[in-house]
């Protein structure tokens, strides 16, 4: 089974960056569709981005297009999320889980929380 540990997360003022890490380990994931999903305080968690296993294609929320970024590297078993202009509506724990051919997989790692401040 596949583990997986998200990180890169932190405290950013509105219009900052942050660069978020998915390392698995266990197996690889190159075979997957990877998706980044978060979690607000009190909400569902929601879908963010996703990428094709060769990474050739990318899928995005209508609220994080053109502000954040979804790649991946397959050698090094590890997918990414870069996030710019980062608004205080993107405050969530963030977490990365594979699609399983027929569903997304629930989240198994602890998550990496994002918190935009004023």
């Known amino acids: 089974q596949v583990q997986l540990v998200e990180s890169g997360g932190g405290l950013v003022q509105t219009g900052g960056s942050l660069r978020l890490s998915c390392a698995a380990s266990?197996?690889?994931?190159?075979?997957?569709?990877m998706g980044w999903f978060r979690q607000a305080p009190g909400k569902e968690r929601e879908f963010v981005a996703a990428?094709?296993?060769?990474?050739?294609?990318?899928y995005y929320a209508d609220f994080v297009k053109g502000r954040f970024t979804i790649s991946r590297d397959n050698a090094k078993n590890t997918v990414y999320l870069q996030m710019n202009s980062l608004k205080l509506e993107d405050t969530a724990v963030y977490y990365c889980?594979?699609?399983?051919?027929?569903?997304?997989?629930?989240?198994r790692g602890q998550g990496t929380q994002v918190t935009v401040s004023s």
């Open positions: 990428i094709s296993s060769s990474g050739g294609n990318t």
């Open positions: 889980a594979p699609h399983n051919g027929l569903d997304w997989t629930a989240p």
């Open positions: 266990g197996r690889t994931i190159s075979i997957y569709k």
